[in-house]
């Protein structure tokens, strides 16, 4: 395999990256659960990290499950008929609307969530509600889910299907519901896998929406890496992999498994 | 052309042009309330400082600004070309070799994929902060992360994995045929790297490229966490708008970040089908 000069160096710059990447995660797993990083693993390993970290942050954690679980809730309701909707009616008029929900994909967080302050900020009750966050977490994980669903949408016949659901007497509802919905699943799989994902891991809207109450998960992280002893930090980010790598994994084998239902 | 059919389920009863229009509903609401009227309402409030829309020539006059602007493309584009330069060759090395082993490489390389841009900021921490490896590994001062250095390297972290998924998905695609003609031809490794594959990806590495500078020019979370005295767009932003109160400048500073990434993700989009999710 590296017979040639040219493999060489590609083995080594994919190692070189690798490690790159994983050398830190590794650092921050190992730190989160030794008693006193600065003397080095031989000072003996311990959970009392992980445990002062549940103590302190518990609360964000949920809140971060909670917001995360409100955000599949809503963007299944927004996006899988948008998407459905979008898929029956191709066309300029649809591609324009696409092309503008996906606009919180290119428009940094800071920029969109400046932009939810000025018009919503001055509104107290809504401002310090959990739902204020909320709204910034569909805004940036909406267009994920309509462009998975859109996508094995466009791949089968839908018309045809509903045609012929039609002509037996379903009704439009019942033909979205019958049909659509079950073929449409393995996007709507992968587009909530994403959802979740990405809403756990929101920082950069959700460090301007949120208040002192309402502290989410990565939001906690950017506190204890600020104010909290490296072992803590390191725990509390032990905390976040052990939360994102699994649904990272499902979500791409998810994602795969949508993409081979399109080609 | 689909005839509108009436059917009557209960007391619903709804044409198939009406349905469709209720299930735009949601999604018309939602977007209306929480993306056009507040991007509006941010492009209105740039100009209501006294100098007016004028504030947009101010950012060009002002030399805060002006350095930050620059200071902000000049790492975006340094990380945009190491990224390039380390995900296509690893990229390429991926997609050609099946060896026992490689999937664990890739998992590696796109679990930061999930990673926010803070944490980001806290591997940087953990490699080049205080208590860092390299501090521990090297004798005298080797505290980097919290430089322009650190802030490069934060910004490449993040960038890696997804210029390296747009590069393989588009390698994946190129004929292996055209590379086993250069073989057999007796081309080296290197001509064939040079002079069939590269010229075979340029579209998915411009589109990767842009892709990898318009997120490293909005990344907040990891300047965040790392950027505490350089002026990286989105901190002073972020400065203006916490500290100084400054909202019009905020708001238009905002403004110009958003239409060059978004051009920017235009462009990509172009080039290749899809883009892979900014932020960090």
């Known amino acids: ?263 | 052309m689909l005839r509108p059919i009436v059917v009557c389920l209960g007391i619903i009863c709804m044409t198939q042009r009406q349905f469709l229009l209720l299930c735009f509903l949601p999604l018309a609401i939602f977007t209306l309330a929480f993306l056009a009227l507040p991007l509006a309402r941010l492009i209105l409030a740039s100009s209501e400082s006294e100098a007016g829309w004028a504030i947009y020539l101010k950012i060009l006059q002002t030399p805060r600004y002006l350095s930050t602007l620059f200071q902000t493309v000049l790492v975006s584009i340094a990380v945009t070309f190491t990224a390039l330069a380390i995900s296509t060759t690893a990229g390429l090395f991926l997609v050609r070799n099946k060896f026992p082993g490689r999937g664990v490489l890739l998992s590696i390389l796109t679990l930061p994929l999930a990673f926010p841009g803070v944490v980001v900021g806290f591997m940087i921490i953990l490699l080049g902060g205080r208590q860092g490896l390299v501090n521990q590994l090297l004798p005298g001062h080797w505290v980097f992360a919290y430089s322009v250095f650190g802030l490069f390297l934060g910004y490449l972290y993040f960038s890696i994995p997804r210029v390296l998924l747009t590069v393989m998905a588009a390698a994946e695609k190129i004929d292996p045929a055209l590379e086993e003609a250069a073989l057999t031809l007796g081309a080296p490794s290197y001509r064939i790297i040079l002079d069939v594959l590269l010229p075979a990806l340029a579209p998915a590495l411009i589109a990767a490229g842009a892709i990898a500078f318009a997120t490293a020019m909005g990344a907040f979370g990891t300047a965040f966490t790392l950027a505490t005295n350089i002026d990286v767009l989105p901190m002073v932003i972020y400065t203006e708008f916490t500290l100084s109160a400054n909202i019009a400048m905020a708001s238009a500073l905002s403004v110009v970040l958003g239409l060059v990434t978004w051009a920017l993700l235009l462009i990509a989009r172009s080039f290749s089908g899809t883009t892979v999710a900014a932020g960090g």
Request: positive net charge.
């Open chain 1, 1 to 263: 395999m590296l017979k040639s000069p040219t493999k060489l160096l590609q083995l080594i710059v994919t190692l070189a990256a690798c490690a790159f990447l994983f050398v830190p995660t590794l650092q921050s797993v190992l730190a989160g659960v030794t008693a006193n990083y600065f003397r080095g693993v031989s000072s003996g390993l311990t959970l009392k990290w992980v445990g002062q970290v549940w103590e302190l942050y518990a609360g964000s954690i949920f809140l971060s499950i909670q917001i995360a679980l409100a955000c599949l809730a809503a963007t299944l309701i927004i996006g899988v008929p948008a998407a459905y909707a979008l898929a029956r009616n191709p066309g300029r008029i649809s591609r324009v609307l696409e092309e503008f929900i996906s606009l919180p994909l290119a428009v940094p967080g800071l920029a969109l969530a400046l932009a939810l302050l000025q018009l919503y900020g001055t509104n107290h009750g809504f401002r310090t509600h959990w739902s204020f966050v909320l709204v910034g977490h569909v805004l940036y994980t909406l267009p994920f889910m309509v462009r998975s669903v859109m996508s094995v949408l466009a791949a089968i016949d839908l018309k045809t299907l509903e045609e012929g659901a039609a002509s037996l007497g379903a009704s439009p509802q019942r033909r979205f519901f019958d049909i659509v919905v079950p073929n449409a699943l393995p996007g709507i799989l992968a587009g909530a896998l994403t959802v979740v994902t990405l809403s756990i891991g929101e920082f950069n809207l959700t460090w301007m929406l949120h208040t002192p109450h309402l502290k989410t998960l990565p939001v906690g992280l950017a506190d204890s890496y600020a104010s909290m002893r490296l072992e803590v930090a390191s725990a509390y980010t032990l905390v976040f992999f052990v939360m994102i790598v699994p649904l990272l994994l499902a979500m791409q084998w998810a994602s795969a498994r949508a993409q081979r239902i399109t080609q």
